[in-house]
């Protein structure tokens, strides 16, 4: 059996650079390793309609957007298949039948919707469609026999689902479904990359995001105004480390070539936290730097975004030609599915054959 990876997005605005260190990065790594048989790259935009069913345009408009960062950031069409999830009608088939093999009371004790129906204040009145959303994506996995699935820590208790239900309908219906484990970002400062407010997400409703799209100005901008050591009030105060925005995303995008460029005063990451810990650093110097190290980081994905918004066109074909293989590969998947719950009436003679002769016996 091959190696092959599923991942994605919901199309609910452009992509930052948490996407960036958590996931797509990687996403492009994995690619060009050649260590993998088939990568299939997901636009969920049916999975982003669940908690956006009032406004589609909302959902419709990103997809474009989304594509575009994907491309920006070095994923290949000749080497990855980008897809939108709603174009593919196999994927919701697949997910009635797996819904018979979940409970409630599983679906509620799920981490990841416990805390996303609390951060959209659902409370009672969650939609069904985002309620079931777990099966829904083990559906998009098991639908490309994924073997492999990167994203961050916050997603396990969902891929732990998927396992399940690929358990539960093996033991029911016989070895048909792939079993796929989860790869996270290999930098602990990868797996959460806090908004430049100091707090836990990014969130484009709290506008604390620096997306790959924006321009030279605008992420410095947003740099300059991080969160850092509310107690560094003065050069020669020790600072903190721990919630400092800054030092998180030096974590998450420095290296050790970035000091021979940009700030030779120092020779590694570690003599710089040391010398802010105990006093005579300044946020200013050390956001400067934070700001060269991301704008080296970005400066490739601008370019290249400016280059493929100047053929949507080409786009709009990666995204229909992506899409049309990928539902192949599914509608081959829900066959094998039907196949072992013996619900393929029309596909073979068998069905026919057994009726004919249950009937003649009478």
């Known amino acids: 059996m091959g190696k092959i990876i599923l991942t994605g997005d919901r199309p609910t605005g452009k992509l930052h650079v948490g996407h960036y260190v958590g996931s797509l990065k ?10 993998f048989d088939d990568i299939f790259i997901m636009i969920a935009d049916a999975q982003a309609l669940t908690d956006n069913a009032d ?23 000749e080497k990855s298949t980008i897809l939108i999830q709603s174009q593919i009608p196999e994927l919701c088939e697949l997910s009635f039948y797996y819904m018979n093999l979940v409970t409630v009371s599983r679906l509620q004790r799920n981490p990841t919707v416990k ?10 009145s969650i939609p069904v469609g985002f309620f079931t959303y777990p099966i829904s994506q083990a559906a998009d996995i098991t639908a490309f026999k994924a073997t492999t699935v990167p994203v961050g820590e916050d997603q396990m208790p969902m891929l732990e689902q998927t396992k399940e239900i690929v358990r539960k309908f093996n033991y029911v219906y016989g070895d048909t ?11 602990a ?23 790959l799209s924006e321009t030279e100005e605008e ?27 800054v030092f998180t995303y030096l974590d998450a995008f420095c290296k050790e070539e970035h000091f021979e460029r940009y700030l030779k ?9 040391a010398h802010y810990k105990r006093g005579g650093l300044g946020d200013v110097k050390v956001k400067r730097f934070l700001n060269a190290v991301l704008q080296e980081e970005l400066e490739p994905i601008r370019a290249r975004r400016k280059k493929w918004e100047k053929d949507i066109s080409g786009v709009y074909e990666i995204l229909k030609k992506g899409t049309e293989r ?16 013996k619900i393929n009436y029309f596909d073979t003679a068998e069905w026919l054959d057994e009726q004919v002769k249950k009937y003649s016996a009478k």
């Open 177 to 187: 479904l792939v079993e796929p484990e989860i790869l996270l970002p290999d930098n």
């Open 189 to 211: 400062a990868c797996l959460r990359l806090p908004g430049i407010d100091g707090k836990a997400k990014m969130s484009k409703s709290l506008g604390n995001c620096i997306y």
């Open 265 to 273: 005063d120092y020779s590694c990451l570690d003599e710089l936290k």
């Open 115 to 124: 805390s996303e129906i609390q951060m959209r204040n659902f409370e009672a």
């Open 219 to 245: 992420v410095k901008k947003k740099v300059m105004s991080m969160f850092t050591d509310p107690d560094h009030i003065r050069v020669d105060d020790p600072g903190k480390l721990e919630g400092n925005t």
């Open 26 to 35: 990687r996403r492009v790594e994995l690619q060009n390793s050649g260590d």
């Open 326 to 341: 990928a539902r192949e590969v599914a509608a081959y998947t829900l066959a094998d599915v039907k196949a072992a719950m």
């Open 55 to 77: 406004n589609p345009e909302k959902v419709r408009q990103n997809i474009m957007e989304v594509a575009l960062d994907y491309l920006s950031c070095g994923l290949d069409p």
